[in-house]
């Protein structure tokens, strides 16, 4: 059977995939397996989660189940309300609670919702511990009864909390900043409008009106046509877009081309190295950071430390190696120092501020880095197990040379379905096109 625990917790269409029944079952389990292992005991007191979501309706019925799940194991549970996902991990710390809990499916559409457990300290737990979890749902549990069963209470006064450590982090006033922000309709429409105007921004919000159905509709860092739109209108020195629970960031500048994750880490490479707080002078970034983004950072002294695709896999050389800065081109940026998951607000303040404080527009700071052509296509209905046998390694070899130091080749077989990708870079576009076709040939004969 397929691992019920993906890259970022357990996730389905709601109702249909994620029930009801496995959400509290989850629940349980996650109770019983920490409690088992001494984490909750630990504090000497008893265990204390706290669980917010996004805004999609199924997170209503989600939460419900996961407080039941939890409080019927003997955990008192916070009940956060609508935040972001980055605000549930800072939250998990600064309450000093034992476990914490989200609910939200990130960018994907309403239908979908998902679940995942933060650790004590809010940083993701592990996949052992994921993956006994999973080994121990519906176990014949015993649970407590009496005084031995959790407390629920509401704790949705904590947003402010978040806020406030957020604005902490930024060493510079918005003030004279004309910002629009895309809240995706989601986890983000109350907190990140607020945060950016106590900041000292102007603030514009769209996507900021959740009725449960409509997250990521048109809105957020995946829809960014929009807020393009608005920000060239109003005249806005830039934009930023978060996505459905606000670990992501994505911007726009004032002539409305996006600023993508590479971008937005290059910039931030370099005013933290400036003031010296780059950690090591280096910064983390998956395989799929554009190789623009490489030759930048060499040209600026920094060294780029890559890990495998998926922000977990960033935090952990982060956090095993010393390093404080890390991210994904799709805009999940890690600033270690700060917070434990990557954080669109936070991510989006400090852009600003170094926007603030230099004084010059965010294209003029995102043309240090110019991004090479780059040209994907997934090669499906292929065996992925065949990723590297001879004659596509021959293949990547000799795209390679004919590249040399102005492009890269990239082949991943995907995770999950019978699929392999293909990404090469180039200096031109028809270049890129042109070997991306000859290798997805070469992966359609010798991968069938």
């Known amino acids: 059977m397929a691992r019920l625990f993906g890259t970022d917790g357990v996730r389905g269409v709601a109702g249909r995939d994620l029930t009801a029944e496995l959400a509290m079952d989850l629940s349980v389990a996650a109770a019983h397996v920490l409690g088992d292992a001494g984490v909750f005991t630990a504090t000497g007191r008893r265990p204390v989660a706290v669980v917010g979501r996004d805004p999609r309706a199924s997170g209503e019925f989600l939460e419900a189940a996961v407080v039941a799940g939890l409080a019927s194991s003997g955990v008192d549970v916070l009940r956060l309300g609508v935040l972001p996902t980055p605000a549930v991990a800072h939250l998990t710390a600064a309450l000093g609670a034992d476990l914490g809990v989200m609910l939200s499916a990130s960018h994907n559409p309403a239908p979908d919702n998902g679940i995942k457990f ?8 592990s996949d052992a511990v994921e993956d006994e979890i999973e080994r121990r749902l519906g176990e014949d549990w015993s649970f407590p009864v009496g005084s031995g069963v959790g407390r629920v209470r509401d704790a949705y006064g904590e947003a402010d909390r978040y806020i406030s450590h957020v604005l902490t982090t930024v060493g510079a006033s918005l003030d004279g900043l004309d910002v629009v922000v895309d809240c995706a309709h989601g986890a983000a429409h109350m907190v990140a409008p607020e945060a950016l105007v ?4 102007r603030v514009e919000a769209i996507g900021a ?14 829809h960014l046509d929009r807020l393009r739109q608005v920000v060239v209108s109003r005249g806005a020195h830039l934009g930023v877009a978060y996505d459905g629970d606000a670990d992501r960031c994505l911007a726009v500048d004032h002539t409305g081309v996006v600023v993508d994750g590479d971008h937005i880490m290059a910039v931030l490479a370099r005013a933290m190295r400036d003031e010296g707080l780059l950690a090591k002078d280096t910064v983390v970034a998956t395989v799929m950071s554009n190789l623009g983004f490489k030759l930048a950072m060499r040209e600026a002294g920094i060294t780029v430390v890559e890990t495998a695709v998926g922000d977990r896999y960033v935090l952990e050389r982060m956090k095993s190696d010393g390093y404080n800065l890390g991210g994904e081109q799709s805009g999940h940026v890690i600033m270690l120092d700060h917070a434990t998951t990557g954080d669109g607000l936070l991510t989006s303040l400090h852009l600003l501020a170094v926007v603030a404080k230099s004084g010059v527009t965010l294209k003029e700071l995102a043309s240090v880095m110019t991004p090479l052509p780059q040209i994907l296509i997934n090669v499906k209905g292929v065996d992925r197990g065949k990723a590297s046998v001879p004659e596509l390694i021959e293949a990547v070899a000799q795209a390679e040379a004919e590249l ?3 492009g890269r080749v990239l082949i991943r077989p995907s995770g999950t379905e019978p699929m392999i990708r293909v990404m090469v870079e180039a200096a031109s576009e028809e270049h890129a096109t042109e070997v991306a076709g000859r290798l997805a040939d070469v992966v359609r004969t010798a991968c069938a």
């Open 198 to 201: 106590r900041a000292g921004a």
């Open 209 to 222: 009106r959740p009725d449960g159905l409509n997250i990521n509709d048109g809105y957020g860092s995946t």
């Open 404 to 406: 040399g130091d102005a």
């Open 118 to 125: 933060l650790a004590r300290g809010g940083f993701k737990l």
